[in-house]
């Protein structure tokens, strides 16, 4: 069970930073990633650091903006995003491979976690 947190109401410019917790399953070697949606579109994929060589790759659309990281001791995923712009309004998700040790998990993120809605506007 993956649970958000960190979401809300910021003036385009701002931060915030989301939180996902995960419980009854340990992301230590596991792909995490963040993805966001607008209601009556397609879930968007933001990030995800891949188990077996630590990298993290982002979306163009947040490239620069957004950073993610993971406390594998706190069995946490962090999503910190600065210079928020008002398209950047959505639900905003955490998401774990099914499988530790797995290479090309960014492929299989499909334990999800409930959202988290922000909102850019001014």
């Known amino acids: 069970l993956l649970e958000e947190s960190g979401g809300g109401l910021v003036q385009p410019g701002g931060s915030l930073r989301l939180s996902c917790v995960a419980s009854g399953l340990t992301l230590d070697r596991r792909a995490i990633g963040w993805f966001r949606q607008v209601p009556g579109e397609a879930r968007e994929p933001l990030s995800c650091i891949s188990q077996h060589d630590g990298i993290t790759n982002y979306a163009d659309s947040v490239k620069g903006r957004f950073t993610m990281s993971r406390a594998d001791a706190q069995n946490t995923m962090y999503l910190q995003m600065d210079n928020l712009k008002p398209e950047d309004t959505a639900t905003y998700y955490c998401?774990?491979?099914?499988?530790?040790?797995?290479?090309?998990?960014?492929?299989?993120?499909?334990?999800w976690g409930q959202g988290t809605l922000v909102t850019v506007s001014s």
């Open positions: 998401a774990a491979d099914t499988v530790q040790g797995r290479h090309g998990g960014c492929a299989y993120l499909e334990v």
